[in-house]
């Protein structure tokens, strides 16, 4: 982990003198951020801007933390449930991580004129986890995982990403090292 991500995970959770130290420097800042949030919601509130009707229902999964806190499974888990129900459901995400600056299905276009990729450097390895239900031992598909591992066009970083680390976030593992001695 590196320094950078290590000394805002500290000051997110206020842990030491450091992260203490650091969420305090950010509080002026954060001040800032609030305001102009507030002052955007207020603005829909007045009128000011226009808000967007979409012609079905939306639920938001999401909360004011970052990371590992099951927003990926909850969504996943609400998306089944609604479907079991007969609804038609369609999950929308920023597609953090990913490279794609419009929006982009993840997995094959629909009407072939939208763009579409099951590429995690293109759509973000969520979006990826999100579009296949891979890896979950509580997955529909028996065989999964090696279904996933033997994708032909992703890389060995982004299966490591996918399998270890939304698995590990999931249920907050740590990497252990293990070296082998050429046994079993």
Known sequence: MSFF?????????????DGQALHAALLPASALFAGAA??????YRLHLRRRRRLPAAVV????????GTGKTPTAL?????????GYRV?????????????????G???????PASLDAAVIG?????????????????????????????????????VLWDNCARLYNLQPVSVESSGGN
Not at 90 to 106: D, F, Q
Not at 108 to 114: A, K, L, V
């Open 90 to 106: 369609a999950i929308l995400s920023r597609g953090y991580g990913g490279k794609a600056r419009e929006p982009t299905v993840a």
């Open 60 to 67: 938001s999964v999401g909360n004011l933390s970052v990371g």
């Open 125 to 161: 390895d969520e979006n990826l986890v999100l579009s296949t239900d891979w890896p979950h031992d509580d997955s529909r598909f028996p065989h999964s995982i090696d279904s996933f591992l033997a994708l032909p066009y992703l890389t060995s970083e982004t299966k490591r990403k």
């Open 108 to 114: 094959r276009s629909p009407n072939g004129e939208t």
């Open 77 to 85: 888990w609400l998306a089944e449930s609604l479907q079991r129900r």
């Open 38 to 43: 507030r002052l955007r919601a207020l603005s």
């Open 5 to 17: 991500r290590r000394a805002v995970e500290r000051a997110w959770t206020r842990k030491g003198i």
